[in-house]
């Protein structure tokens, strides 16, 4: 996807690829389905039995929140001490991952700002809703075989790096 999408003021209610990623059509924000939203399935294509395998992108933006977006780079070293080391995470729980669904879902909606209600501005998406959604979704299905490999490949991703530096005491 262009960078450019992601950019705060652009209109990404004009460009269909993006509202169909999300699943979102205008007018329906109130009865939005972060179920049906493509960008969790591989290939864009819904099969409730492959969803969250397209985990990368989900993936970025907790890594970017918890370990900054120099985490991203292979060689990106230096900075204040991330979120990931004072706070000692070394996984991720199904809030964070609820987290990076909500978000990416709002940063491809036509929104361009995270309002106070939950409830966006432009899109009437209920990202309370959706983040209540996903992470009630994670807490069921924990201990599914095929989510707990998910998530670690989540963690793999995430705190791969964390942990390679804090067993060699850095």
Not at 39 to 52: A, G, H, Q, S, T
Request: net charge positive.
């Amino acid at each position: 996807m262009s960078p450019k999408y992601f950019v705060a003021r652009y209109n990404r209610a004009s460009v269909q690829q993006i509202t169909d990623m999300i699943g979102w059509e205008a007018g329906k924000g109130k009865t939005f389905d972060v179920f049906k939203a493509l960008v969790l399935y591989p290939d864009n294509i819904i099969n409730e039995k492959k969803i969250f395998r397209a985990w990368l992108m989900i993936t970025k933006v907790i890594k970017v929140s918890v370990c900054g977006k120099m985490s991203l780079f292979p060689k990106g070293r230096g900075g204040p001490p991330t979120y990931a080391k004072i706070w000692k995470l070394n996984s991720c729980t199904p809030g964070m991952i609820a987290f990076g669904v909500t978000s990416i879902i709002f940063m491809l909606s036509p929104d361009q700002e995270f309002s106070g209600d939950g409830i966006g501005a432009i899109s009437l998406i209920p990202y309370h809703t959706v983040f209540r959604a996903m992470k009630r979704f994670f807490i069921i299905k924990w201990t599914h075989g095929r989510i707990k490999a998910i998530v670690g490949q989540i963690n793999g991703y995430v705190f791969n790096n964390a942990m390679l530096l804090r067993r060699r005491g850095q």
